[in-house]
Every structure is written in C-alpha cells, then in structure tokens.
C-alpha cells in the first residue's frame, strides 16, 4: 500500500462507482436544505480517509500482510470492529443489529476492493467518502441503515463496483487477488 499511488484512479473510479447512488437519490428528490457542501466535503472525507487508514490499510494490512492472517480471518476481525464502531448510530437492538450488519458488509466490500485493486487505498476512501456526502447531501437518514428505497441505490453502487472490477482482470487477463489460496491463512 503506498499513499502516494493511485489517488486520481481511486477518485475517478469512485465517482464512476457510485453514480447510481448520487442518480438515485436525487431523482428521489429528498434534499437537506442546511446542508453546507464545504462543511460536509470537509467532514465526509475526513471520516473517510481516517477510517479507511486505520481499518483496511492499518487493522486489516497487519492482519493480513505482516501476521499472513487469511482474507476471511482478518476481514472478519476488520469488520467486527468496524461494525461495533458504527453502532453509535443505533438506538434500538434492531436498529443495533442492522447498523452492525450494514457497516460489516461494508468493511468486507472496501477491503475487497482495496485488495482487488492492488492496495489502492484511494478507491475505498472515495468511495466512503462520496457515500457519506450523498447519504448527507439527500438527507437521507441518521444512521448507516436506510430503507428499502435508499439502499437500492448503495446495493446498484456494490454491484457496479464488483462487476468493474472483475470484468478489467478478465480484459487483462489477470486472476483477481484474492483466492482459495489466501481465504483461510496465506
């Protein structure tokens, strides 16, 4: 992982990957009318970029790398942590377990793609970041959970985001990082 590389790709593949949410939620039409672009620009790249240096480049890069801990382990440790962290925005047990759940899944989507595109930290750092300034610019809701309607988006956002990059290791004939042999221990 090397902070310098990547920084433009990530942003560009970043925007691309989450038009759908950026499409979706402004023809839902739902927008928070005392949003600060500025402010928020500034705090949802700052979460981004700390969260993403400490879970997959830190937390999950030590698993993974320095202990030779497997994809499945160290994600999962990664994503345990991750998700507690988020459950701040809770304020039930169901809405507890969703957050979890939500903010779990995210973790092992980012630390794929962080993987996937040779440990470019930049892709799961945009991405984080333009998801949080959408969810924030739409006022779409407090917490990582949404509705039915708003995780559509964030779900065609994933989706494009896997098919991308599975599709460019098949155009360059190139296997993707991640395999059996490296899932359990490396």
């Not at 998700?83 to 759940?101: D, E, N, P, R, W």
């Not at 959408?134 to 988006?153: C, I, K, R, V």
Request: proline letters at 2%; one cysteine or more; charged letters at 10%.
């Amino acid at each position: 992982m090397h902070i310098g590389h990547g920084f433009f790709k990530g942003l560009y593949l970043a925007f691309l990957f989450t038009i759908p949410m950026l499409a979706g939620y402004y023809l839902m039409g739902r927008y928070n009318t005392n949003y600060s672009i500025l402010r928020n620009c500034t705090f949802a790249f700052k979460d981004a970029f700390r969260e993403e240096l400490f879970y997959r480049a830190f937390l999950f890069g030590q698993l993974f790398r320095t202990a030779k801990w497997g994809f499945l382990p160290a994600v999962a440790i990664n994503g345990f942590i991750f998700g507690a962290a988020h459950l701040y925005q809770a304020h039930s047990i169901a809405q507890s377990a969703g957050v979890f759940a939500v903010t779990f899944a995210g973790a092992v989507w980012f630390t794929w793609l962080f993987i996937e595109w040779n440990g470019n930290l930049w892709l799961p750092v945009f991405l984080h970041f333009f998801m949080n300034l959408y969810w924030d610019l739409f006022s779409t809701e407090q917490s990582a959970l949404g509705g039915l309607m708003l995780n559509l988006p964030r779900l065609l956002t994933i989706v494009l985001s896997v098919y991308v990059t599975i599709k460019l290791c098949q155009l360059n004939n190139r296997h993707l990082n991640l395999n059996r042999s490296n899932l359990i221990r490396q």
